[in-house]
């Protein structure tokens, strides 16, 4: 075993953070201050990926041929925590770790020499329409329409929990292009290069925090070019779930987690507990709070197996198995700081979580976003394939272990 | 950075894994368990002929010059098979407080014969509820003459009826809550004025609650002074190997509960197709990959000298209450079998509650962590 990164990961670790400590803009720290939600707000977080990009950092995870930065596991690990520390906002994971990761594995040529550039700079936005009102976690029963005409595809139907696509200039989507066989048969994986096209509808959704995060978007016969289309006609199941493993594995989400327990503590100290003193000397509050940073403890060190390439990175249950406990923490996270901010999470405070607004938050930075972030963290449990999904496919390798 | 054992680490582990296979059954565990004998005296000297015992000693006195961490994958198999021998408390405990001696005739000696298998030891160090750390012992050791005079009980003693040696840590000065004043002393299990009240524990080990009575103990036998680190250092190393054990004893319960879902039957279909049954089975795995995630990172800093006591604190309450977690989910699959002794689920579940129990519980380890200040994210 040997538990150090060795001596050139330190130093690449101070050039990380020489970097960071000087490159963000004060509007991208605020909007780091004001993340509350896995989405970052929308312009600072793209300004954020610009500045990273003209240093060649937007895309860790990409090979060096494609823009990406050629680092191994651990640096993109120790580049993670360093801006987790520094609660820079994360940049947005549909483009730079979802659509493009893909476009490198499955898609043409000319697809990855138009699309990869672009995704890079943070000049396009792609939103993911996957999701239907009648399709969630049962994803492979979705019913919007692709119907092929000539060299193009007209679609008809309606998409819902597409992230940010208010913002957006392009989509990727799932689409049914027969109805005949096996749900998961009749399904085509299209690129979409504009998100205006004639019959396309974009309704922003107010989210449980009070801001438009997600959209409902409407197709009534709208025309799209078939070169969008990635690999064959109804066998977009199968790049879907490609495509899934990259929104779901790889994470490094526990330095986030530990910088969040940092400031739960720091806040406690200055919040009064209704027995005398300061919360942080209570001793019930300081079991709690020990026994869920123990807990995410326990997952950071499942975290750093996974980058030294423990082989239980290849169980099949262990992208599940990520998921869940990442949300589940994250969860437990939000209630921590609203037990912490107590009736200061009560009152409504939209402008002054905006980012650039001259509105003040009425108590400290820490209690404006607590109930925010408490209120989107309950999708964590939700999006991705819900944890009961997650869980289903967790135990099936457990039984399947015995067959 | 990587957390895999070495290529002798995993052949000591197939040797051990072997022999147990053999010899170390469910059933085999269970006729000794009714028979009168402590332990296997021939498993032990297997672990001696095999290397165990010599395993985290020093070559100089016929050790093989690894760490407390070497014995963590072995310690993994030892608690699948839930062997009743006490390695842990010998070797960690009782032979670690000898090596903190210096240059200690005696202790050598016993060192020496500890190695081949010759002699086991115990360790006293629990009183009355449990002690979470070593600031709280309260039993005395009163300096008289060149020497000691104990006075006191220790409970739960591991091995003591059978032990050739006994180190038991005592005050000789303050009283408890005070880190100093703390002495580790090499006593003789057959002095006089020592009167034992020995019994198996729920988890089949042989262990004694032990009474000093103006026990005498001679200057020479002092082990350590100023032994509050001492005393920690070795608590933190057995509870390194004791969760090593008990998350050996998870991977059991985790297999054994997949397979008896897939194979029985209720309803006509197999229970494990049940969401309620597969959601447990679920959260089994995943408190399984916490516990082995922190047990795994554990090792490897206490092999780089790094382990610190709030790094200790979250392995003995991760591994104390993911443990329980999964024992519990495993009985209740099981249903009423579940609930016998001829099955080994319930076995498991009681080795892993006896190690929830020692050396601070769960609760004591979070409000630690949870009063302290978080190190640095690295």
Redesign the interface.
Known sequence: ?????GPELESFRQEVAAFLDTAPTPAIREAGRKTTSVFAPFEQAIAWQKILNTKGWAAPAWPKEYGGTGWSV?QRYIFA?EC??RQLPPLLPNCLQMVGPMLIDLGTEEQKRKHLPLILSGDVYWTQGYSEPNAGSDLASLQCAAVSDGDDYIINGSKIWTTLAHHSNRMFMLVRTDKTGKKQEGITFLLLERTDYPGMEIRPIIGLDGFPEQCEVFFDNVRVPKSGRVGAENDGWSVAKHLLKHERGGSAAS?AL??S??RI?EAAKATQSPFGGAL??D?V???????L???I???R??E??A????P?VRDA?YPS?NK??NSELSQRVSIMMTRVSGIETVPLQLEALTVGSNVAPLGSDFDLIAMPYYLNTRATSIYAGTN?V???L??????A??? | MDFLFTEEQTMLRDSVARYLDKTYDFDARQALLRSEAPYSKAAWSQFAELGVLALPFPEDVGGLGGSIADLVPVAEVFGEHLTVEPWAFALALAGGALTAADNHAAARKHLADLISGASIGAFAYDEHRGIATPAQIAMTAAPSGAGFVLNGEKRLVFGATEADFMVVAARTAGQAGDPQGLVLLLVDPRASGITMAPFRTQDGRSAAHVRFDKVSVAGADVLAKDAHDPIAKLISDAILVLAAEVVGAMTALLRITGAYATTRKQFGVAIGTFQTVAHRLADMKIAHAKAYASLMYSTALAEAGRLTARDVSVLKAQVGKMGRSIAEAAVQTHGGVGMTDELSVGHYLKRVLAFEAMFGAPDYHFRKIGGSTSESVR
Do not use: C, W
């Not at chain 1, 075993?1 to 990164?5: A, L, R, S």
């Not at chain 1, 509050?285 to 026994?291: I, M, P």
């Open positions: 075993m040997n538990i150090e990164f651990e925590e987790r520390k330095p530990l910088h327990i940092a503590r942080s000397d001793p509050f300081q079991r709690d709070l020990g026994e940073e123990a807990d403890l326990s997952y060190h499942f750093q197996l980058i030294s390439g423990h239980m249950a198995m869940t406990m009961e997650q869980r289903d967790i135990a099936r390798t457990v039984l272990a015995n067959r």
